[in-house]
Protein backbone atom coordinates (compact mmCIF):
# COMPACT_ATOMS: atom_id res chain seq x y z
CA UNK A 1 0.00 0.00 0.00
CA UNK A 2 1.37 3.44 -1.04
CA UNK A 3 1.04 6.00 1.85
CA UNK A 4 -0.69 9.49 0.08
CA UNK A 5 0.18 12.97 0.93
CA UNK A 6 -1.16 16.22 -0.10
CA UNK A 7 -1.54 17.22 -3.37
CA UNK A 8 0.98 19.73 -2.90
CA UNK A 9 3.83 16.93 -3.21
CA UNK A 10 2.92 16.33 -6.90
CA UNK A 11 5.30 19.23 -7.71
CA UNK A 12 7.82 18.26 -5.52
CA UNK A 13 8.05 14.69 -7.39
CA UNK A 14 8.07 15.99 -10.94
CA UNK A 15 10.81 18.98 -9.59
CA UNK A 16 13.11 15.97 -8.22
CA UNK A 17 12.39 13.97 -11.40
CA UNK A 18 15.00 15.36 -13.33
CA UNK A 19 17.74 14.48 -9.98
CA UNK A 20 16.40 10.54 -10.39
CA UNK A 21 17.68 9.72 -14.27
CA UNK A 22 20.00 7.08 -12.70
CA UNK A 23 17.32 5.32 -10.06
CA UNK A 24 15.26 2.12 -11.03
CA UNK A 25 12.24 1.78 -13.33
CA UNK A 26 9.07 3.16 -12.35
CA UNK A 27 6.76 0.14 -11.52
CA UNK A 28 3.39 -0.26 -13.31
CA UNK A 29 1.45 0.43 -10.41
CA UNK A 30 2.98 3.75 -9.87
CA UNK A 31 2.06 4.90 -13.15
CA UNK A 32 -1.52 3.98 -12.70
CA UNK A 33 -1.78 5.69 -9.33
CA UNK A 34 -0.90 8.76 -11.54
CA UNK A 35 -3.19 8.12 -14.26
CA UNK A 36 -6.16 7.82 -12.23
CA UNK A 37 -5.25 10.78 -10.39
CA UNK A 38 -5.23 12.74 -13.73
CA UNK A 39 -8.39 11.07 -15.11
CA UNK A 40 -10.35 12.00 -11.65
CA UNK A 41 -9.36 15.60 -12.33
CA UNK A 42 -10.75 15.40 -15.72
CA UNK A 43 -14.12 13.46 -15.45
CA UNK A 44 -17.24 15.00 -16.97
CA UNK A 45 -15.15 18.18 -17.98
CA UNK A 46 -14.91 19.05 -14.47
CA UNK A 47 -10.94 19.57 -12.53
CA UNK A 48 -12.37 20.47 -9.06
CA UNK A 49 -15.54 18.24 -8.34
CA UNK A 50 -16.74 18.21 -5.43
CA UNK A 51 -16.73 14.53 -4.66
CA UNK A 52 -13.03 13.79 -5.88
CA UNK A 53 -11.83 16.75 -3.08
CA UNK A 54 -9.59 14.31 -1.16
CA UNK A 55 -8.61 12.32 -4.34
CA UNK A 56 -6.87 15.62 -5.67
CA UNK A 57 -5.16 16.60 -2.88
CA UNK A 58 -3.31 13.02 -2.97
CA UNK A 59 -0.69 11.28 -5.05
CA UNK A 60 1.75 8.49 -4.03
CA UNK A 61 5.20 9.25 -2.69
CA UNK A 62 6.77 6.17 -4.75
CA UNK A 63 9.89 7.27 -7.03
CA UNK A 64 9.86 7.87 -10.02
CA UNK A 65 12.48 7.66 -12.79
CA UNK A 66 12.36 10.83 -14.93
CA UNK A 67 12.77 9.65 -18.18
CA UNK A 68 10.19 7.28 -18.00
CA UNK A 69 7.80 9.81 -16.38
CA UNK A 70 8.57 12.57 -18.85
CA UNK A 71 6.92 9.70 -21.37
CA UNK A 72 4.21 8.95 -18.73
CA UNK A 73 2.95 12.34 -18.50
CA UNK A 74 3.24 13.08 -22.72
CA UNK A 75 1.13 10.51 -23.19
CA UNK A 76 -0.88 10.58 -20.07
CA UNK A 77 -1.60 14.28 -20.20
CA UNK A 78 -1.83 14.50 -23.98
CA UNK A 79 -5.42 16.24 -23.62
CA UNK A 80 -6.35 16.88 -27.61
CA UNK A 81 -9.94 17.84 -26.69
CA UNK A 82 -10.69 20.95 -25.44
CA UNK A 83 -11.98 22.19 -22.00
CA UNK A 84 -15.74 22.49 -22.19
CA UNK A 85 -16.33 26.23 -21.69
CA UNK A 86 -18.71 28.73 -23.35
CA UNK A 87 -17.38 31.54 -23.92
CA UNK A 88 -18.89 34.89 -24.43
CA UNK A 89 -17.62 36.78 -27.38
CA UNK A 90 -17.63 40.52 -26.63
CA UNK A 91 -16.48 41.50 -29.82
CA UNK A 92 -15.38 39.53 -32.88
CA UNK A 93 -15.85 39.00 -36.30
CA UNK A 94 -15.96 34.53 -37.15
CA UNK A 95 -12.05 33.64 -38.29
CA UNK A 96 -11.90 33.25 -41.59
CA UNK A 97 -8.56 31.44 -41.96
CA UNK A 98 -5.87 29.74 -39.54
CA UNK A 99 -3.51 32.32 -39.04
CA UNK A 100 -0.07 32.35 -38.28
CA UNK A 101 0.72 33.56 -34.55
CA UNK A 102 -1.73 34.09 -32.05
CA UNK A 103 -1.08 37.10 -29.59
CA UNK A 104 -2.85 36.40 -25.89
CA UNK A 105 -4.03 38.80 -23.26
CA UNK A 106 -6.15 38.46 -20.29
CA UNK A 107 -6.49 41.45 -18.50
CA UNK A 108 -8.35 42.17 -15.23
CA UNK A 109 -9.58 45.47 -13.76
CA UNK A 110 -6.98 47.56 -12.10
CA UNK A 111 -7.02 49.50 -9.01
CA UNK A 112 -4.70 52.08 -10.87
CA UNK A 113 -4.05 52.13 -13.89
CA UNK A 114 -4.83 50.85 -16.95
CA UNK A 115 -2.54 49.54 -20.40
CA UNK A 116 -4.47 47.50 -22.21
CA UNK A 117 -5.45 49.66 -24.91
CA UNK A 118 -1.70 51.13 -25.21
CA UNK A 119 -1.07 47.42 -25.19
CA UNK A 120 -3.05 46.71 -28.29
CA UNK A 121 -2.15 49.27 -30.06
CA UNK A 122 1.71 49.01 -30.07
CA UNK A 123 0.70 45.12 -30.79
CA UNK A 124 -1.23 46.55 -34.09
CA UNK A 125 1.06 49.75 -34.62
CA UNK A 126 4.61 47.98 -34.40
CA UNK A 127 3.11 45.24 -37.39
CA UNK A 128 3.69 46.10 -40.96
CA UNK A 129 0.85 45.79 -43.55
CA UNK A 130 2.13 42.07 -44.58
CA UNK A 131 2.65 41.12 -40.74
CA UNK A 132 -1.02 41.93 -40.02
CA UNK A 133 -2.38 39.73 -42.71
CA UNK A 134 -0.55 36.90 -40.26
CA UNK A 135 -1.60 37.41 -36.97
CA UNK A 136 -4.54 36.89 -34.70
CA UNK A 137 -4.75 39.13 -30.82
CA UNK A 138 -7.14 37.53 -28.46
CA UNK A 139 -8.52 39.37 -25.58
CA UNK A 140 -9.56 37.61 -22.27
CA UNK A 141 -11.30 39.95 -20.45
CA UNK A 142 -11.34 37.89 -17.20
CA UNK A 143 -12.84 40.22 -14.50
CA UNK A 144 -16.05 38.81 -13.06
CA UNK A 145 -17.40 42.81 -12.95
CA UNK A 146 -19.61 42.90 -16.20
CA UNK A 147 -19.93 46.70 -15.77
CA UNK A 148 -15.76 47.12 -16.04
CA UNK A 149 -16.14 44.79 -18.84
CA UNK A 150 -19.35 46.93 -21.22
CA UNK A 151 -16.80 50.02 -20.56
CA UNK A 152 -13.54 48.37 -21.65
CA UNK A 153 -15.29 46.41 -25.03
CA UNK A 154 -17.04 49.95 -25.34
CA UNK A 155 -13.43 51.33 -25.59
CA UNK A 156 -11.65 48.66 -27.88
CA UNK A 157 -14.27 48.59 -30.21
CA UNK A 158 -14.22 52.35 -30.55
CA UNK A 159 -10.35 52.31 -31.11
CA UNK A 160 -10.01 48.83 -33.07
CA UNK A 161 -13.39 48.56 -34.94
CA UNK A 162 -11.35 47.65 -38.45
CA UNK A 163 -9.01 45.29 -37.15
CA UNK A 164 -12.15 43.75 -35.12
CA UNK A 165 -14.32 43.40 -38.86
CA UNK A 166 -10.83 41.92 -40.41
CA UNK A 167 -10.50 39.23 -37.55
CA UNK A 168 -7.69 39.80 -36.42
CA UNK A 169 -8.59 41.12 -32.80
CA UNK A 170 -11.52 39.34 -31.14
CA UNK A 171 -12.86 39.91 -27.12
CA UNK A 172 -13.89 37.01 -25.71
CA UNK A 173 -15.26 36.30 -21.35
CA UNK A 174 -15.17 33.04 -19.51
CA UNK A 175 -18.03 32.89 -17.06
CA UNK A 176 -17.55 32.71 -13.64
CA UNK A 177 -19.56 29.31 -13.52
CA UNK A 178 -16.98 28.15 -14.87
CA UNK A 179 -14.34 28.87 -12.29
CA UNK A 180 -13.25 26.57 -9.57
CA UNK A 181 -13.43 27.45 -5.87
CA UNK A 182 -10.88 30.83 -5.57
CA UNK A 183 -11.22 30.98 -1.61
CA UNK A 184 -10.34 28.75 1.12
CA UNK A 185 -6.87 28.10 -1.13
CA UNK A 186 -3.99 26.32 0.15
CA UNK A 187 -1.12 29.33 1.13
CA UNK A 188 1.71 28.10 -0.30
CA UNK A 189 4.78 29.97 0.12
CA UNK A 190 2.85 31.69 2.86
CA UNK A 191 1.43 33.88 0.52
CA UNK A 192 -1.65 35.86 2.15
CA UNK A 193 -5.12 34.73 1.20
CA UNK A 194 -5.95 37.35 -1.23
CA UNK A 195 -2.63 37.04 -2.95
CA UNK A 196 -3.31 33.20 -3.51
CA UNK A 197 -6.86 33.82 -4.54
CA UNK A 198 -5.62 36.84 -7.27
CA UNK A 199 -2.67 34.03 -8.39
CA UNK A 200 -4.46 31.16 -8.63
CA UNK A 201 -7.48 32.77 -10.75
CA UNK A 202 -4.79 34.34 -12.97
CA UNK A 203 -3.85 30.49 -13.49
CA UNK A 204 -7.33 30.00 -14.79
CA UNK A 205 -7.92 32.93 -16.71
CA UNK A 206 -4.89 32.27 -18.70
CA UNK A 207 -6.28 28.09 -19.17
CA UNK A 208 -9.28 29.45 -20.66
CA UNK A 209 -7.26 31.90 -22.58
CA UNK A 210 -4.89 29.45 -23.95
CA UNK A 211 -7.91 26.65 -24.43
CA UNK A 212 -9.48 29.20 -26.99
CA UNK A 213 -6.71 30.00 -28.82
CA UNK A 214 -5.78 26.26 -29.76
CA UNK A 215 -6.98 26.37 -33.14
CA UNK A 216 -6.29 29.71 -34.17
CA UNK A 217 -2.66 29.45 -35.48
CA UNK A 218 -0.19 27.96 -36.10
CA UNK A 219 1.95 29.67 -32.68
CA UNK A 220 1.11 31.29 -29.67
CA UNK A 221 2.52 34.23 -27.66
CA UNK A 222 1.67 34.98 -24.19
CA UNK A 223 1.27 38.24 -23.48
CA UNK A 224 0.83 40.53 -20.88
CA UNK A 225 -2.00 43.49 -20.93
CA UNK A 226 0.64 46.27 -20.09
CA UNK A 227 3.64 45.53 -22.69
CA UNK A 228 5.25 47.27 -25.54
CA UNK A 229 6.19 45.50 -29.00
CA UNK A 230 8.94 45.79 -31.07
CA UNK A 231 9.07 46.61 -34.42
CA UNK A 232 8.17 44.10 -36.51
CA UNK A 233 8.11 41.40 -33.88
CA UNK A 234 6.25 38.73 -35.79
CA UNK A 235 8.86 39.03 -38.32
CA UNK A 236 11.70 38.41 -35.92
CA UNK A 237 9.86 35.12 -34.28
CA UNK A 238 9.14 33.68 -38.03
CA UNK A 239 13.00 33.95 -38.77
CA UNK A 240 13.84 32.02 -35.57
CA UNK A 241 11.09 29.55 -35.90
CA UNK A 242 12.97 29.02 -39.63
CA UNK A 243 16.00 28.25 -37.74
CA UNK A 244 15.29 26.05 -35.49
CA UNK A 245 13.62 24.24 -37.93
CA UNK A 246 14.56 20.63 -36.85
CA UNK A 247 15.48 20.78 -33.31
CA UNK A 248 12.68 20.31 -30.54
CA UNK A 249 11.62 22.64 -28.52
CA UNK A 250 8.34 23.75 -26.40
CA UNK A 251 9.20 27.25 -25.01
CA UNK A 252 10.86 29.91 -27.07
CA UNK A 253 11.52 33.24 -24.87
CA UNK A 254 11.07 36.66 -26.21
CA UNK A 255 11.69 38.21 -22.79
CA UNK A 256 13.08 37.57 -19.35
CA UNK A 257 10.10 38.78 -17.63
CA UNK A 258 7.22 36.96 -16.00
CA UNK A 259 5.34 35.50 -18.73
CA UNK A 260 5.31 38.12 -21.19
CA UNK A 261 6.91 37.05 -24.98
CA UNK A 262 6.82 33.11 -24.07
CA UNK A 263 6.29 31.16 -27.69
CA UNK A 264 4.72 28.04 -27.61
CA UNK A 265 3.28 25.64 -30.65
CA UNK A 266 -0.52 25.83 -30.51
CA UNK A 267 -0.84 21.94 -30.83
CA UNK A 268 0.70 22.20 -27.32
CA UNK A 269 -2.30 24.57 -25.63
CA UNK A 270 -4.78 22.04 -24.59
CA UNK A 271 -2.34 20.07 -22.70
CA UNK A 272 -0.84 23.37 -20.87
CA UNK A 273 -4.47 25.02 -20.61
CA UNK A 274 -4.93 21.47 -18.49
CA UNK A 275 -1.70 21.66 -16.88
CA UNK A 276 -2.70 25.20 -15.60
CA UNK A 277 -6.08 24.11 -13.81
CA UNK A 278 -4.61 20.89 -12.42
CA UNK A 279 -2.23 23.48 -10.76
CA UNK A 280 -4.20 26.49 -10.31
CA UNK A 281 -3.83 27.05 -6.89
CA UNK A 282 0.13 25.81 -6.28
CA UNK A 283 1.91 28.27 -7.49
CA UNK A 284 2.18 31.75 -10.13
CA UNK A 285 1.75 31.28 -13.70
CA UNK A 286 5.10 31.73 -15.09
CA UNK A 287 6.48 29.03 -11.69
CA UNK A 288 4.45 26.72 -13.88
CA UNK A 289 4.83 27.24 -16.95
CA UNK A 290 8.59 26.19 -16.18
CA UNK A 291 7.72 23.31 -14.97
CA UNK A 292 5.41 22.48 -17.82
CA UNK A 293 9.02 23.10 -20.32
CA UNK A 294 11.08 21.00 -17.81
CA UNK A 295 8.45 17.78 -18.33
CA UNK A 296 7.85 17.96 -21.92
CA UNK A 297 11.76 17.54 -21.63
CA UNK A 298 13.29 20.85 -22.89
CA UNK A 299 15.92 21.38 -19.94
CA UNK A 300 17.23 24.75 -20.76
CA UNK A 301 15.99 28.26 -21.06
CA UNK A 302 15.73 28.91 -24.87
CA UNK A 303 15.75 32.84 -24.92
CA UNK A 304 16.51 35.40 -27.67
CA UNK A 305 18.11 38.70 -27.54
CA UNK A 306 17.30 41.51 -28.11
CA UNK A 307 14.12 41.02 -26.15
CA UNK A 308 10.74 41.76 -28.06
CA UNK A 309 8.22 42.92 -25.73
CA UNK A 310 8.92 45.18 -22.61
CA UNK A 311 6.75 45.59 -19.49
CA UNK A 312 5.34 49.35 -19.20
CA UNK A 313 2.91 48.97 -16.27
CA UNK A 314 4.03 51.32 -13.44
CA UNK A 315 0.85 49.81 -11.40
CA UNK A 316 0.65 45.80 -11.02
CA UNK A 317 -2.55 44.44 -11.37
CA UNK A 318 -2.93 43.06 -8.01
CA UNK A 319 -3.84 45.43 -5.26
CA UNK A 320 -2.17 48.28 -7.64
CA UNK A 321 1.18 47.78 -5.60
CA UNK A 322 3.97 49.60 -7.71
CA UNK A 323 5.64 47.23 -10.88
CA UNK A 324 8.91 48.61 -12.22
CA UNK A 325 10.30 45.98 -13.74
CA UNK A 326 11.46 46.20 -17.14
CA UNK A 327 13.76 44.09 -19.44
CA UNK A 328 17.14 45.81 -20.21
CA UNK A 329 17.56 43.55 -22.97
CA UNK A 330 14.26 45.26 -25.11
CA UNK A 331 15.12 47.27 -28.04
CA UNK A 332 12.39 48.95 -29.49
CA UNK A 333 13.40 50.19 -32.79
CA UNK A 334 13.71 47.13 -35.66
CA UNK A 335 16.80 44.53 -35.09
CA UNK A 336 17.91 42.64 -38.07
CA UNK A 337 18.51 39.19 -36.89
CA UNK A 338 21.19 37.55 -38.87
CA UNK A 339 20.08 34.49 -41.05
CA UNK A 340 23.25 32.57 -39.79
CA UNK A 341 23.16 29.59 -42.42
CA UNK A 342 23.73 26.30 -41.80
CA UNK A 343 27.88 25.65 -40.86
CA UNK A 344 30.04 23.82 -38.89
CA UNK A 345 32.34 25.36 -36.06
CA UNK A 346 35.75 24.64 -34.45
CA UNK A 347 38.63 25.75 -32.55
CA UNK A 348 42.29 24.47 -32.03
CA UNK A 349 41.66 27.15 -28.66
CA UNK A 350 41.44 25.35 -25.42
CA UNK A 351 37.49 25.19 -24.65
CA UNK A 352 36.79 25.93 -21.26
CA UNK A 353 34.18 23.26 -19.92
CA UNK A 354 31.09 23.01 -22.24
CA UNK A 355 31.17 26.49 -24.21
CA UNK A 356 31.88 24.99 -26.76
CA UNK A 357 32.44 26.45 -30.42
CA UNK A 358 28.26 26.33 -31.98
CA UNK A 359 27.19 28.54 -28.82
CA UNK A 360 28.88 31.65 -30.34
CA UNK A 361 27.07 30.84 -33.65
CA UNK A 362 23.30 30.20 -32.09
CA UNK A 363 20.87 32.92 -31.54
CA UNK A 364 20.15 31.59 -28.38
CA UNK A 365 21.85 33.52 -24.95
CA UNK A 366 24.88 31.16 -25.20
CA UNK A 367 28.14 31.62 -25.67
CA UNK A 368 31.66 30.54 -26.80
CA UNK A 369 34.17 30.43 -23.71
CA UNK A 370 38.15 29.64 -23.92
CA UNK A 371 41.47 30.13 -22.16
CA UNK A 372 44.26 32.38 -23.22
CA UNK A 373 44.80 32.15 -26.92
CA UNK A 374 47.67 32.27 -28.76
CA UNK A 375 49.18 33.50 -31.54
CA UNK A 376 47.85 31.72 -34.65
CA UNK A 377 44.75 30.40 -32.90
CA UNK A 378 41.77 29.81 -34.93
CA UNK A 379 38.41 30.52 -34.74
CA UNK A 380 36.94 28.29 -37.93
CA UNK A 381 33.29 28.50 -39.48
CA UNK A 382 32.81 26.59 -42.70
CA UNK A 383 29.58 27.06 -44.59
CA UNK A 384 27.77 23.99 -45.81
CA UNK A 385 27.41 26.01 -49.08
CA UNK A 386 28.67 28.88 -50.67
CA UNK A 387 27.08 31.97 -49.89
CA UNK A 388 26.79 35.38 -50.35
CA UNK A 389 27.26 37.85 -47.54
CA UNK A 390 26.05 41.20 -46.84
CA UNK A 391 26.90 41.88 -43.51
CA UNK A 392 29.44 40.48 -40.05
CA UNK A 393 29.26 41.40 -36.68
CA UNK A 394 31.37 39.66 -34.31
CA UNK A 395 31.04 40.67 -30.41
CA UNK A 396 33.03 39.38 -28.02
CA UNK A 397 33.65 39.52 -23.80
CA UNK A 398 30.42 40.02 -21.91
CA UNK A 399 29.45 42.75 -19.27
CA UNK A 400 30.58 41.08 -16.34
CA UNK A 401 33.83 40.08 -17.96
CA UNK A 402 34.84 43.03 -20.09
CA UNK A 403 38.42 41.65 -19.80
CA UNK A 404 37.38 38.65 -21.89
CA UNK A 405 37.47 39.97 -25.43
CA UNK A 406 39.97 39.09 -28.22
CA UNK A 407 42.47 41.92 -28.09
CA UNK A 408 44.26 41.29 -31.22
CA UNK A 409 43.09 39.96 -33.95
CA UNK A 410 41.64 39.77 -37.67
CA UNK A 411 38.93 38.36 -39.68
CA UNK A 412 38.95 37.01 -42.89
CA UNK A 413 36.93 34.88 -45.01
CA UNK A 414 37.92 32.10 -47.70
CA UNK A 415 36.71 29.80 -50.92
CA UNK A 416 37.73 26.45 -52.36
CA UNK A 417 37.32 24.01 -49.10
CA UNK A 418 39.97 20.71 -48.89
CA UNK A 419 40.11 18.24 -46.38
CA UNK A 420 42.72 18.68 -44.05
CA UNK A 421 43.57 16.37 -40.89
CA UNK A 422 39.69 14.92 -40.94
CA UNK A 423 39.04 18.90 -40.71
CA UNK A 424 37.31 20.93 -43.60
CA UNK A 425 38.99 23.98 -44.38
CA UNK A 426 39.74 26.60 -46.88
CA UNK A 427 43.02 27.33 -49.18
CA UNK A 428 42.51 30.64 -49.57
CA UNK A 429 41.65 33.60 -47.34
CA UNK A 430 41.01 36.84 -48.00
CA UNK A 431 40.95 39.86 -44.94
CA UNK A 432 38.12 41.90 -43.97
CA UNK A 433 39.42 43.43 -41.15
CA UNK A 434 41.30 44.03 -37.77
CA UNK A 435 38.93 43.93 -34.42
CA UNK A 436 38.90 46.82 -32.31
CA UNK A 437 37.84 46.68 -28.86
CA UNK A 438 37.14 43.67 -29.29
CA UNK A 439 34.21 43.99 -31.63
CA UNK A 440 34.81 43.24 -35.55
CA UNK A 441 31.77 44.80 -38.38
CA UNK A 442 31.50 45.03 -41.73
CA UNK A 443 28.47 45.67 -44.06
CA UNK A 444 28.84 45.67 -47.59
CA UNK A 445 30.84 42.28 -47.82
CA UNK A 446 29.05 41.17 -51.28
CA UNK A 447 30.87 44.22 -52.98
CA UNK A 448 34.00 44.00 -51.25
CA UNK A 449 34.40 40.12 -51.98
CA UNK A 450 34.75 38.74 -55.56
CA UNK A 451 33.31 35.73 -54.77
CA UNK A 452 30.94 32.72 -52.97
CA UNK A 453 32.09 32.48 -49.72
CA UNK A 454 32.72 29.03 -47.88
CA UNK A 455 35.23 30.00 -44.88
CA UNK A 456 34.63 32.59 -42.11
CA UNK A 457 37.71 32.46 -40.09
CA UNK A 458 38.76 34.50 -36.88
CA UNK A 459 42.61 34.25 -36.51
CA UNK A 460 44.80 35.76 -33.15
CA UNK A 461 47.61 38.08 -33.82
CA UNK A 462 48.65 38.34 -30.32
CA UNK A 463 48.81 35.78 -27.17
CA UNK A 464 46.82 37.45 -24.70
CA UNK A 465 46.62 36.63 -21.17
CA UNK A 466 43.04 37.14 -20.12
CA UNK A 467 40.05 34.20 -21.45
CA UNK A 468 38.41 34.54 -24.42
CA UNK A 469 34.44 34.87 -24.80
CA UNK A 470 32.92 35.13 -28.27
CA UNK A 471 29.31 35.67 -27.07
CA UNK A 472 28.34 35.77 -30.49
CA UNK A 473 28.43 35.79 -34.50
CA UNK A 474 26.26 37.39 -37.11
CA UNK A 475 26.05 36.83 -40.45
CA UNK A 476 23.44 38.36 -42.70
CA UNK A 477 23.20 36.92 -46.19
CA UNK A 478 22.18 38.04 -49.75
Not at 120 to 132: A, G, H, P, T, V
Not at 139 to 159: C, E, G, P, Y
Not at 319 to 336: H, M
Not at 425 to 452: A, M, W
Request: charged share 25%; with cysteine.
Amino acid sequence: MFKFHQMKHIFEILDKMRCLRKRSTVSFLGVLVIFLLFMNLYIEDSYVLEGHKQLIRETSTHQLNSERYVHTFKDLSNFSGAINVTYRYLAATPLQRKRYLTIGLSSVKRKKGNYLLETIKSIFEQSSYEELKEISVVVHLADFNSSWRDVMVQDITQKFAHHIIAGRLMVIHAPEEYYPILDGLKRNYNDPEDRVKFRSKQNVDYAFLLNFCANTSDYYVMLEDDVRCSKNFLTAIKKVITSLEGTYWVTLEFSKLGYIGKLYHSRDLPRLAHFLLMFYQEMPCDWLLTHFRGLLAQKNVIRFKPSLFQHMGYYSSYKGTENKLKDDDFEEESFDIPDNPPASLYTNMNVFENYEASKAYSSVDEYFWGKPPSTGDVFMIVFENPIIIKKIKVNTGTEDRQNDILHHGVLDVGKNVILIKQRRQCTTYLRLGEFKNGNFEISGVNQKIPFDIRCMRIYVTKSQKEWLIIRSISIWTS
